[in-house]
């Protein structure tokens, strides 16, 4: 017999972007199992419940999250800056020669 317990977190960050403020969700589940002979089941649910309710995230694993989280947005938005001021080269340079 199996007993699955799931649990979903997000975090939402808020960014700006050339167009206006963007908000991002990430989703991460986290799911665990117990496996035991039916005979067995019903005296170690306990325990495994007892593993389950005493999991705790760590904090420092959330703080870096949230750094490289960071980094990747920033060059995001480089990258569209970058992208955006090629694009008004061009245009500038199409309406010159005609």
Known sequence: MEDFTAVID???I???SLYGPVQAV???PNVSSFRAPVEDFD???TAYKIVVASRQDNPRWGVEY???AATVTREQLRQQQAIYQRM???HKT???NR
């Open 10 to 12: 997000y975090l939402i």
């Open 14 to 16: 808020s960014t700006s």
């Open 26 to 28: 990430n989703w991460t």
């Open 43 to 45: 005296r170690n649910i």
């Open 66 to 68: 949230t750094r490289l």
């Open 88 to 90: 008004q080269q061009i």
């Open 94 to 96: 199409l309406t010159e």
